[in-house]
């Protein structure tokens, strides 16, 4: 099933979709949700979308980029949850900051409570996934071993454009893009912790819930951008993630 949140006259609704539709759900985390017979729909191609969720807690895989991190400790940062916009919304970068990056990533949202679950029991506590742009101030990183400076700026998780809850998290290709160009390819095969790995990791550290979000990690799709430019990110079986890159106006 496709779910995604759209924006109405009577605001944000969670819904799903049904032929060329949009159908309002109750509860997207509900058990086997689905739109009720007579629910209010709109058209899908005339609809805007917001990002998919609000969660609470937004954590991203740290040095999880390929095999050899898998000789590191599995680890995660946090990022805002004001961080996180969605399609079509900018990516706004304070030019004092230095270089930046997006990170085209596999996001994994978290479907019910998760504490203490074992690689085994994981993929149950998955609603579905999105694409995640995990957008990095690189030269912040060096400053802050936490990432908070590198990590947080205004527009840097972009989510979307929707959740697919049917999908083959192991072997999806990723692909990132700068002006439609490809600059980056790879597969959440090459992660060195696959998503439920990660997922049953931080659970033993942390309570999650619906609507949470684990950003995978990068493995090779990183790209740089700037002002001016449009970033995609895909993942197959999802769809492009597009968000334009802004200027953030400083005081002079």
């Given at each position: 099933m496709r779910i995604a949140r759209i924006a109405t006259v009577a605001g944000p609704r969670s819904v799903a979709?049904?032929?060329?539709?949009?159908?309002?759900?109750a509860d997207p985390f509900a058990p086997d949700a689905a739109?009720?017979?007579?629910?209010?729909?709109?058209?899908?191609?005339q609809t805007p979308l917001l990002a998919p969720v609000e969660p609470r807690v937004v954590l991203g895989m740290l040095h999880n980029s390929g095999p050899d991190d898998r000789a590191l400790p599995p680890q995660a940062f946090l990022k805002?949850?004001?961080?996180?916009?969605?399609?079509?919304?900018?990516?706004?970068?304070?030019?004092?900051?230095?270089?930046?990056?997006?990170?085209?990533?596999?996001?994994l949202v978290v479907g019910r409570v998760c504490r203490n679950v074992s690689?085994?029991?994981a993929p149950a506590h998955v609603l579905g996934w999105t694409i995640g742009n995990d957008v990095?101030?690189?030269?912040?990183?060096?400053?802050?071993?936490?990432?908070?400076?590198?990590k947080n700026g205004d527009g840097f998780t972009p989510l979307?454009?929707?959740?697919?809850t049917d999908l083959n998290a192991l072997d999806v290709a990723l692909t990132a893009l700068v002006d439609g160009v490809d600059v980056a390819a790879s597969s959440s095969a090459a992660l060195?912790?696959?998503?439920?790995?990660?997922?049953?990791?931080?659970?033993?550290h942390l309570t999650l819930g619906p609507g949470d979000i684990l950003l995978t990690?990068?493995?090779?799709?990183?790209?740089?951008?700037?002002?001016?430019?449009?970033?995609?990110?895909?993942?197959?079986?999802?769809?492009?993630?597009?968000?334009?890159?802004?200027?953030?106006?400083?005081?002079?």
């Open positions: 979709a049904r032929g060329g539709e949009w159908v309002a759900l739109p009720a017979p007579g629910a209010p729909s709109w058209p899908v191609d805002s949850a004001r961080t996180v916009v969605g399609a079509q919304d900018p990516v706004m970068l304070d030019p004092r900051r230095g270089a930046v990056v997006g990170e085209c990533e596999l996001a690689v085994a029991d990095t101030a690189v030269d912040q990183a060096a400053a802050d071993d936490t990432r908070t400076q590198a979307g454009p929707w959740i697919e060195a912790w696959n998503p439920f790995e990660a997922l049953s990791h931080l659970s033993h990690g990068a493995p090779g799709t990183a790209f740089p951008i700037a002002p001016g430019v449009v970033a995609s990110c895909a993942v197959a079986g999802i769809g492009v993630l597009t968000n334009p890159v802004r200027a953030l106006e400083v005081p002079a």
